[in-house]
């Protein structure tokens, strides 16, 4: 598997079971191909059992290559994927300035909408989609595959649910990622097309604050953003962090930056640390630095002693399944909608209100 890179990072499943839909019955197409993470949204779907229909990009390279890897899509326009009534949900990683409006086309026309973070950038889009969902019934998802797609994130969130953390009172995030910055197009380094760093990688872990906590609400007590080492762009920030506190009393710092050096072997060393009153977790995401390149390592600490677990290729992403099913059945068992819009709000909240660091 490619982890140099996270905007083409696609986890496949060692673990798929069975599909959760029969052949035909949940078609899914794909609109805007701007970030490659619209692969790993595409790959889960399909190991769930969800049919790909057809794509659609401006950029007939784009579609060309996206074609290549998945040869059983289609090529159609945009108004033919909108007006198609056989396809449930279109999938878009289109450039996350258009995110929203996008969005808000899909569900008007009647379908389910899963797209790539960040999935709108200003508190008018949060309102604007809360309001199309209640009118349409439709579901707008959104890609927080820092927290669906890694096994030991979700191995840690069944500790939590199964109650060996006890309550948990405090967590601690490190999202380091690689730049490369002579591979990403020119909207990136845009935080009015991009959102800024703690709207763009930051609402993953506030998402996963919120899973890990079970808040209903948190309030942004402290954040802050620097532009460190890209002064070729700078209206880029390169570096951010927050400190939030949920309804439920905990805590959470975040950091996020762009600094990965090159000798590490994947595109970021993601830490998730999570202290409960009965014990404590560590998830090491994607390697153990100088150890191993395997990711997924949880370590668990509890009134027994120390326990190391290797949960890559032991659980799969049961994210995308459930989501079909939450399609289908009219359920919230893979994700709550209020729940995907509280994160993008705080993500946008803590970019707002963040202090700019003068170096």
């Known amino acids: 598997m490619q982890k140099m890179d996270g ?123 809360r309001e199309a969902v209640a009118q349409s019934g439709k579901r707008y998802f959104i890609y927080y595959g820092e927290r669906i797609h890694v096994e030991g994130v979700i191995h840690a969130q069944r500790l939590v649910e199964e109650g060996v953390l006890g309550k948990v009172i405090s967590m601690t995030i490190l999202a380091p990622h690689r730049l490369n910055k002579d591979s990403r197009p020119s909207w990136f380094f845009d935080p009015a097309q991009n959102g800024g760093i703690l709207i763009d990688i930051g609402s993953h872990q506030l ?38 506190v949920s309804d439920t009393g905990a805590t959470c710092f975040f950091r996020v930056d762009w600094f990965t050096p090159d000798g590490l072997g994947a595109w970021g060393d993601g830490r998730l640390f999570i202290v409960g009153t009965k014990a404590s977790v560590e998830v090491r995401k994607y390697l153990d630095v100088a150890r191993s390149n395997e990711g997924d390592q949880v370590y668990l600490v509890d009134n027994e002693g120390e326990h190391h677990i290797a949960a890559h290729g032991t659980i799969g992403f049961p ?41």
């Open 7 to 129: 905007m083409t990072y696609a986890p496949q499943s060692l673990n798929v079971g069975e599909p959760v839909v029969s052949p035909g019955q949940f078609i899914f197409s794909v609109i805007g191909l701007d970030h490659g993470h619209v692969y790993a949204m595409t790959v889960g779907l399909l190991e769930a059992g969800a049919e790909l229909s057809q794509v659609y990009d401006p950029d007939l390279d784009k579609v060309a290559a996206f074609i290549e890897r998945f040869p059983q899509t289609t090529t159609a326009s945009k108004e033919q994927i909108l007006n198609d009534p056989s396809i449930s949900l279109i999938v878009s990683a289109i450039i996350p300035s258009e995110r929203a409006a996008l969005g808000l086309q899909v569900l008007q026309a009647g379908k389910h909408y899963f797209c790539d973070k960040p999935g709108m950038l200003t508190l008018a889009d949060v309102q604007s989609i």
């Open 207 to 244: 998402e996963q604050f919120l899973t890990f906590t079970g808040a209903k609400s948190a309030t942004v007590l402290q954040s802050a953003v620097a532009n460190y080492h890209t002064s070729d762009h700078p209206d880029f920030k390169d570096y951010g962090h927050a400190l939030l």
């Open 319 to 359: 994210f995308f399944g459930a989501m079909i099913r939450d399609c289908i059945d009219h359920t919230e068992e893979a994700i709550g909608q209020e729940h995907t819009l509280l994160a993008m709000e705080l993500a946008i909240k803590a970019q707002e209100q963040a202090t700019i660091l003068t170096p």
